[in-house]
């Protein structure tokens, strides 16, 4: 994978999928179709993700496998999306972790502030012991995990003024992902918070229902928040990944040569997708800036503020997620830095 054929990433110009490399994977001589659900629109990562795993699969498959591609939740949200996985009448999602902590509580682990300082700090976790261990985890409740790929870094966006610290969020209401943590970190900093559904979230911010939220750049370009929130703080709170899932009645009928074909063809994706994820947000930043958007990078010191008023929220939840994985994690962060 070149860096170079990424360099002219932009929004509406997305380079050529990469070639497919690997053998034709026989079958059980069964035609499949798999219906593959997301949340973001046709212009984000993720779906260029899928648009990949669709091309590995269909031509590894020789197409007897084939991937119908739906995205910006045509099918549902993410939460609606996972549940239509367990009934069976979907057969592919990938959402954000943090929905679904009410069924696999580790996840919260992804949700705590500040945790991962780098994206190559999150491709450790990711792929390595601990990572491949949650898909593991999470491969019950009708579901099969295979796969991580990135949302990413998030950013706080607002329609009433730029935001340097937190005394800023003051009563600024704050739409946040239906999890618990999430909800701790902005009433912590001062924010009033509200749990929505992201399919919900433009047409709130457009009403002034909320008067901000937070998501990676790519996001907010693609699902056009920009258009009605004037400001913007790079905050990277939260790195956010996303899950690969199977319905577990789809898994059961395909032979076990398809479900490596889907497990590789998801790896591949994840790698590529974070890719292209990592390209694409510093390229959008500068799109957003271009447009007129007002961004606040902030400096290490108003960074620190953050993180000092932040600390309450490990106190809250680290018996909860548990202490020896947070400190798992910390210690692949220290190894990383020497
Ligand atoms: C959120 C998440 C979403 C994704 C996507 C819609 O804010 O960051 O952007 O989970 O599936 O809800």
Do not use: C
């Not at 946040?176 to 943590?181: D, E, S």
């Not at 998801?266 to 890719?275: F, L, N, P, T």
Request: aromatic share 8%.
């Amino acid at each position: 994978l070149s860096l170079t054929s990424l360099s002219a990433v932009a929004a509406t110009e997305m380079p050529p999928l990469p070639d497919v490399t690997g053998d034709v994977v026989k079958g059980d001589g069964n035609d499949y179709n798999l219906k593959f659900n997301i949340g973001l629109t046709q212009s984000s990562a993720q779906y260029r993700g899928l648009e990949y795993f669709k091309k590995i699969v269909e031509q590894r498959s020789d197409d007897h496998i084939k991937v119908q591609t739906f995205h910006s939740a045509q099918l549902g949200d993410d939460l609606q999306s996972v549940s239509a996985l367990q009934a069976g009448t979907l057969d592919m999602t990938a959402p954000s972790t943090s929905p679904m902590v009410s069924m696999f509580p580790q996840f919260a682990v992804f949700d705590l502030p500040f945790l991962f300082p780098t994206p190559e700090i999150a491709d450790k976790v990711l792929d390595g012991d601990i990572g491949q261990q949650m898909l593991k985890d999470a491969s019950t409740k009708g579901l099969v995990a295979i796969g991580w790929s990135e949302n990413g870094y998030r950013q706080l966006t607002n329609s009433e003024h730029a935001v340097t610290s937190p005394a800023d969020l003051d009563g600024l209401k704050v739409r946040t992902m239906q999890n618990p943590i999430h909800l701790d970190i902005w009433r912590t900093l001062g924010a009033n918070p509200t749990p929505m559904s992201f399919a919900e979230l433009f047409t709130a911010l457009e009403q002034g229902v909320v008067d901000g939220q937070e998501n990676p750049w790519i996001t907010i370009e693609s699902s056009k928040f920009n258009e009605v929130q004037p400001y913007a703080t790079e905050t990277n709170h939260v790195y956010t990944p996303f899950i690969t899932l199977v319905s577990e009645r789809t898994w059961n009928r395909l032979p076990e040569s398809y479900q490596q074909l889907l497990r590789d063809a998801a790896k591949q994706m994840g790698d590529y997708e974070r890719h292209v994820s990592r390209v694409m947000n510093d390229q959008i930043k500068q799109e957003l800036k271009d447009d007129g958007m007002k961004i606040t990078e902030l400096t290490p010191e108003q960074v620190a503020v953050f993180q000092q008023d932040l600390a309450p929220v490990y106190d809250d939840w680290r018996d909860k997620i548990g202490g020896d994985l947070i400190d798992r994690i910390r210690a692949e962060s220290k190894v990383d830095s020497k």
